[in-house]
């Protein structure tokens, strides 16, 4: 098999457990901009990043190389003759999250609203979060955002202008009369661009990733909380862990299946650590990797190595094997996986500035501890959530 062909395998690996929030807003109404922000991915690689997967649907993937998230996008909203039930179908047997998206100043939502009802029909458990974007278009003149933020426990502030605090509300009783008792939140955001002159340019970025979590399944959560944050850093470092937990994804669904992760997790491992060392602007060569392995410590890789052994001979086990006997095995691949690739960041940042890595094997075991708990929430088990495009 190619490196081609193994990155395409470990892609379609994440991609059964990765969550999927489907994004309903109209035209304009800030989709892609939130999708930039809680990624950090640039305008370039979500124009080539988001692919067609309904008739009236696109699905942007990221990590692309490991997803831990999908984000669908449905077009054409409103449009005549648009039925919904093929989006609703993609993401039906998975842990799922509707971000609905409106432009704050826009009176008129019934076409969201509409899907949404159709939704909720078929999946009354799909909680609901809603984005009301824009926020500058209804400041007065010369004005900007109101910081601190003051939408925690409020849907206005008294220094907004009566026609931006009415539309929000209105916006709000709107869908909490769809919706009833659902589960439901709102979050005002405006995600802009430098140039427009308005900062931070992420205003709500937080509490719009705070409304998603909370709203989410465990599952979905875990895969929200290691979503970039642009004040981490000034490179590609930043998206490390989303790439971990891709990769570790990945590794954790290839070892559910009895024989096949003998040869797919160290594959796995292998891609995220080519994938880190690009992301730090970096090449292993033997040097490094030897130094790497050294730090993890010979007696992290002998248990490693020999616990993985076991592993493969207890899902080969009739019955016991491969139910419980998998599910160990998923669970125990998932988070050496993220173990690894958290004690390599860490060995990467300090390699490239040439600083001793004197922590890799406490940060390792330590890893190993949280990754475990993760490997829980994540519910991961053989079979997954099935393969969808």
């Known amino acids: 098999m190619s490196r081609s062909d193994d990155m395409t395998h470990i892609a379609d690996s994440a991609r059964q457990f990765a969550a999927v929030v489907w994004l309903l807003g109209k035209v304009q109404s ?5 999708v930039r922000t809680l990624t950090q991915a640039t305008d370039a690689e979500i124009g080539a990043g988001f692919r067609a997967c309904t008739r009236t649907a696109r699905v942007f993937d990221f990590p692309d190389e490991a997803p831990i998230i999908r984000f669908l996008d449905t077009r054409g909203l409103g449009e005549a003759g648009y039925d919904p039930a093929a ?3 993609f993401g039906e047997d998975r842990a799922h999250l509707i ?4 432009k704050a100043l826009d009176a008129d939502q019934h076409a969201v609203l509409d899907v949404i009802r159709q939704a909720r029909r078929r999946h009354p458990d799909w909680p609901v979060v809603v984005a009301q ?8 003149a010369g004005g900007g955002h109101i910081l601190p933020y003051p939408f925690e426990n ?3 502030d008294n220094r907004l202008t009566d026609e931006l605090t009415t539309s929000l509300r209105h916006q709000q009783a709107q869908f909490r009369r769809v919706l009833g008792e659902a589960a439901l939140s709102f979050v005002p955001i405006d995600f802009t661009q430098p140039e427009d002159g308005f900062a931070p340019v992420d205003y709500g970025r937080e509490a719009l990733v705070k409304a998603l979590i909370a709203a989410a399944p465990a599952g979905v959560a875990v895969a929200l909380a290691e979503l970039p944050d642009a004040a981490e850093g000034e490179t590609d470092a930043h998206k490390a862990d989303a790439h971990i937990m891709g990769f570790a994804v990945a590794a954790g669904a290839s070892d559910a299946v009895p024989v096949a992760g003998a040869i797919a ?6 891609a995220m650590l080519r994938q880190l060392a690009k992301l ?17 410590g010979a007696g992290t890789l002998v248990r490693t190595a020999s616990t993985f052994g076991i592993r493969q001979l207890v899902k080969l086990v009739p019955g016991y094997g491969q139910t419980i006997g998998a599910g160990v095995a998923a669970a125990a691949s998932f988070a050496t996986t993220y173990a690894i690739g ?17 922590e890799v094997a406490a940060i390792y075991r330590e890893t190993l501890q949280n990754a475990f708990r993760l490997a829980k929430q994540r519910q991961m088990r053989a079979g997954g959530a099935g393969g969808k495009p």
């Open 87 to 89: 989006d609703i179908a």
């Open 265 to 270: 997790v160290p594959i796995v491992q292998a």
């Open 342 to 358: 958290k004690a390599a960041t860490y060995f990467l940042a300090r390699h490239r500035r040439g600083a001793r890595a004197d």
């Open 133 to 140: 974007t824009n926020l500058h278009e209804g400041y007065p």
């Open 154 to 156: 409020a849907s206005g």
């Open 99 to 102: 971000l609905a998206v409106v």
């Open 280 to 296: 730090h602007g970096m090449q292993w060569d033997r040097r490094a990797y030897a130094q790497f392995l050294g730090a993890l």
């Open 30 to 34: 800030g989709k892609t901009s939130i």
